[in-house]
């Protein structure tokens, strides 16, 4: 099958968009292969301190035999569920890396915040800009000039792509993202969103809902809804950043530590020293890219991702925006209904065919740039692959199989929708984000009196009153990475929804974020530019009626365009004091919009390329 027509334009056009950004990135990681960050340049003081607490056999291969060092760059703690496994990873990776003849050393630690448990919480504030604190510890951690590969252990939310943006400024060197699994699943998502509801009602008490929330989230592991974690790993694995098939193998499995061990060796193999060198920065690429947007549309993937892949892609010089992701989404199928598109949560989805169906599918529709390179020796078509335990404990891949079950997973030929399961929408309210695998067809157009609010907890006191029932789009202001640093608004979704199933026409609209975990109450987020700025959507006033429509891609208020230009926006307040949101003032200040990727450090990075873009591209020392 030939490559699709639309695919191949906007993959072209990003290439010419990014010539400049591109080429400099790319100058500037050779500069970093020849002058930068490594070992044999170390002073013998240097590389002394490098190797002090290691054992006597790695400091004999670490000095005198120069072999291949690993730097293991780690988001462990054990709060987070997804990433309490990480503890155990290091040590196991030591044997593995030694197995090949290699060494590895942990690199240093990001922060792994959660935003499960930050949600509705001032702390929430903080989450987007976690993203450029974990680039740049992951920075600081390569730094050191040790490695000759980047073993990257994060799983959720702002981390795999701070783990991202950060090595890829180090793309010189081979890297790899390392899952540790989803937990195994337990409470049914229909009966937890059920619990939630009612309690929002006061219907069943705070005890009640505990139990419910428990037994959902119950063990180690990452949480069992494709929200933006496990959207996280469909990314990494379209971008051919892991080995195959590795998203959703089950946390403490022994086909889990075989895959762990099977990265690592292969990690050595693609290292600056090995036999088959594969740096970050010739991996994640326009077509890798391109992949990623494919993969989000064709799975109905977190809505996150509209900012993550941007910065991803900003950090390898790459500039991709929301036209890029528009165009793709009409011509790439949504292929599964995992929840909150619909019931089965990755388990189940990874059963009945998982990721490698899902790519097995797209690269025979044309759909995917199958040359892209990766990690894996025989490129994109290693990730049409399924992996099993094989008899002598290692893995062993066999090709991917049709779906078992399509109303989970379906084929590119006979698709649950023929677009993307996320489109862009726009009018005169800006451009914003909808997430329409999640929504049912009948509501993908809502046409009612807007209700403005300026934070979410005034939202979920005015439904509690009764001020939402009735038809109504709530638009939720001074969300946006300058306003507030653009926390997820999830906690609005039970509360909506309890209206929403009472037969109101219910639509938000807001600056801010929802999350992977959006559902069906229909959405437009990241709106921009953001009200804080000055931006459309801070001129809406309650009673205007808004159109949201994600047939027609309009997102707009009926207003007499005279009075709608009159009008004076509203000034959002913000309460960004306390709980340490005080120092990400300068984070705040600085961020770019959602559209650009949202990152304070990458903006800040791209004004200081501009100014030494001719010393970078003629080689002077910068």
Same mark, same amino acid.
């Given at each position: 099958?030939?490559?699709?027509?639309?695919?191949?334009?906007?993959?072209?056009?990003?290439?010419?968009?990014?010539?400049?950004?591109?080429?400099?990135?790319?100058?500037?990681?050779?500069?970093?292969?020849?002058?930068?960050?490594?070992?044999?340049?170390?002073?013998?003081?240097?590389?002394?301190?490098?190797?002090?607490?290691?054992?006597?056999?790695?400091?004999?291969?670490?000095?005198?035999?120069?072999?291949?060092?690993?730097?293991?760059?780690?988001?462990?703690?054990?709060?987070?569920?997804?990433?309490?496994?990480?503890?155990?990873?290091?040590?196991?990776?030591?044997?593995?890396?030694?197995?090949?003849?290699?060494?590895?050393?942990?690199?240093?630690?990001?922060?792994?915040?959660?935003?499960?448990?930050?949600?509705?919480?001032?702390?929430?504030?903080?989450?987007?800009?976690?993203?450029?604190?974990?680039?740049?510890?992951?920075? @600081?951690?390569?730094?050191?000039?040790?490695?000759? =590969?980047?073993?990257?252990?994060?799983?959720?939310?702002?981390?795999?792509?701070?783990?991202?943006?950060?090595?890829?400024?180090?793309?010189?060197?081979?890297?790899?993202?390392?899952?540790?699994?989803?937990?195994?699943?337990?409470?049914?998502?229909?009966?937890? *969103?059920?619990?939630?509801?009612?309690?929002?009602?006061?219907?069943?008490?705070?005890?009640?809902?505990?139990?419910?929330?428990?037994?959902?989230?119950?063990?180690?592991?990452?949480?069992?809804?494709?929200?933006?974690?496990?959207?996280?790993?469909?990314?990494?694995?379209?971008?051919?950043?892991?080995?195959?098939?590795?998203?959703? @193998?089950?946390?403490?499995?022994?086909?889990?530590?075989?895959?762990?061990?099977?990265?690592?060796?292969?990690?050595?193999?693609?290292?600056?020293?090995?036999?088959?060198?594969?740096?970050?920065?010739?991996?994640?690429?326009?077509?890798?890219?391109?992949?990623?947007?494919?993969?989000?549309?064709?799975?109905?993937?977190?809505?996150?991702?509209?900012?993550? /892949?941007?910065?991803?892609?900003?950090?390898?010089? /790459?500039?991709?925006?929301?036209?890029?992701?528009?165009?793709?989404?009409?011509?790439?199928?949504?292929?599964?209904?995992?929840?909150?598109?619909?019931?089965?949560?990755?388990?189940?989805?990874?059963? *009945?065919?998982?990721?490698?169906?899902? #790519?097995?599918?797209?690269?025979?529709?044309?759909?995917?740039?199958?040359?892209?390179?990766?990690?894996?020796?025989?490129?994109?078509?290693?990730?049409?692959?399924?992996?099993?335990? =094989?008899?002598?404990?290692?893995?062993?891949?066999?090709?991917?199989?049709?779906?078992?079950?399509?109303?989970?997973?379906?084929?590119?030929?006979?698709?649950?929708?023929?677009?993307?399961?996320?489109?862009?929408?726009?009018?005169?309210?800006?451009?914003?984000?909808?997430?329409?695998?999640?929504?049912?067809?009948?509501?993908?157009? #809502?046409?009612?009196?807007?209700?403005?609010?300026?934070?979410?907890?005034?939202?979920?006191?005015?439904?509690?009153?009764?001020?939402?029932?009735?038809?109504?789009?709530?638009?939720?202001?001074?969300?946006?990475?300058?306003?507030?640093?653009?926390?997820?608004?999830?906690?609005? #979704?039970?509360?909506?929804?309890?209206?929403?199933?009472?037969?109101?026409? #219910?639509?938000?609209?807001?600056?801010?974020?929802?999350?992977?975990?959006?559902?069906?109450?229909?959405?437009? *987020?990241?709106?921009?530019?953001?009200?804080?700025?000055?931006?459309?959507?801070?001129?809406?006033?309650?009673?205007?009626? /808004?159109?949201?429509?994600?047939?027609?891609?309009?997102?707009?208020?009926?207003?007499?365009?005279?009075?709608?230009?009159?009008?004076?926006?509203?000034?959002?307040?913000?309460?960004?004091?306390?709980?340490?949101?005080?120092?990400?003032?300068?984070?705040?200040?600085?961020?770019?919009?959602?559209?650009?990727?949202?990152?304070?450090?990458?903006?800040?990075?791209?004004?200081?390329?501009?100014?030494?873009?001719?010393?970078?591209?003629?080689?002077?020392?910068?």
């Amino acid at each position: 099958m030939s490559l699709n027509s639309v695919v191949e334009s906007v993959t072209s056009r990003i290439i010419e968009r990014s010539k400049t950004s591109r080429r400099r990135y790319l100058t500037l990681m050779e500069r970093n292969r020849e002058k930068g960050a490594d070992r044999s340049r170390l002073t013998c003081g240097n590389l002394a301190h490098a190797v002090a607490a290691s054992s006597a056999a790695d400091k004999q291969e670490l000095v005198f035999e120069q072999r291949p060092n690993l730097g293991i760059v780690t988001t462990y703690n054990d709060m987070l569920s997804a990433h309490e496994p990480y503890g155990r990873y290091p040590e196991q990776m030591k044997i593995f890396a030694r197995e090949v003849g290699a060494t590895a050393q942990v690199a240093g630690g990001a922060p792994a915040m959660c935003d499960g448990v930050t949600q509705g919480q001032e702390g929430m504030d903080l989450s987007l800009f976690s993203r450029d604190v974990i680039a740049q510890s992951t920075a @600081i951690g390569l730094s050191h000039a040790m490695y000759d =590969g980047v073993a990257l252990l994060g799983i959720c939310d702002k981390i795999v792509p701070g783990l991202l943006m950060g090595a890829l400024r180090f793309g010189h060197l081979p890297g790899m993202l390392i899952p540790s699994g989803p937990m195994t699943s337990g409470l049914p998502n229909k009966e937890k *969103v059920r619990v939630r509801q009612l309690y929002v009602q006061g219907k069943i008490g705070k005890d009640e809902l505990m139990k419910a929330e428990m037994a959902s989230y119950h063990s180690e592991g990452t949480c069992t809804f494709y929200g933006t974690a496990n959207t996280n790993q469909m990314m990494a694995e379209f971008l051919g950043l892991m080995m195959p098939d590795s998203s959703f @193998i089950p946390v403490d499995t022994s086909l889990r530590q075989a895959m762990t061990r099977a990265s690592v060796h292969r990690l050595v193999e693609i290292s600056a020293k090995g036999k088959d060198p594969r740096p970050m920065a010739e991996v994640v690429n326009e077509k890798a890219i391109v992949n990623a947007i494919v993969g989000l549309m064709a799975t109905g993937g977190s809505t996150n991702h509209t900012i993550h /892949i941007p910065a991803v892609a900003r950090a390898a010089g /790459i500039i991709v925006n929301w036209e890029d992701f528009a165009e793709l989404s009409a011509v790439v199928p949504t292929l599964c209904k995992v929840y909150p598109s619909g019931p089965s949560d990755v388990n189940k989805f990874n059963e *009945v065919g998982g990721l490698p169906t899902v #790519i097995s599918e797209l690269s025979g529709a044309g759909l995917l740039h199958r040359d892209a390179p990766t990690i894996s020796e025989n490129g994109l078509d290693d990730y049409a692959r399924r992996a099993l335990m =094989g008899n002598d404990k290692n893995v062993v891949y066999t090709p991917a199989k049709p779906s078992s079950d399509l109303e989970i997973l379906r084929s590119a030929k006979e698709p649950f929708h023929q677009g993307g399961g996320i489109q862009l929408l726009q009018g005169n309210l800006g451009r914003g984000v909808y997430k329409s695998s999640a929504v049912a067809d009948n509501l993908l157009t #809502i046409e009612a009196p807007a209700r403005v609010f300026q934070s979410q907890t005034a939202v979920k006191e005015a439904q509690k009153a009764g001020e939402l029932h009735r038809d109504v789009v709530v638009v939720v202001i001074g969300q946006g990475p300058r306003g507030n640093g653009m926390p997820e608004l999830h906690n609005l #979704i039970p509360s909506l929804g309890v209206e929403l199933d009472q037969g109101f026409k #219910i639509a938000l609209v807001t600056d801010g974020r929802l999350s992977g975990a959006s559902g069906k109450v229909p959405a437009v *987020v990241h709106v921009g530019p953001e009200a804080q700025v000055g931006g459309p959507l801070a001129k809406v006033r309650d009673g205007d009626v /808004i159109r949201v429509c994600a047939r027609s891609g309009k997102l707009e208020a009926l207003v007499d365009e005279k009075e709608w230009a009159a009008r004076t926006p509203t000034k959002p307040h913000r309460a960004t004091a306390g709980t340490g949101r005080e120092l990400f003032a300068l984070m705040r200040e600085a961020a770019p919009s959602a559209e650009e990727g949202a990152s304070p450090m990458l903006f800040m990075m791209d004004r200081e390329l501009e100014e030494i873009g001719d010393d970078v591209e003629k080689g002077t020392e910068v």
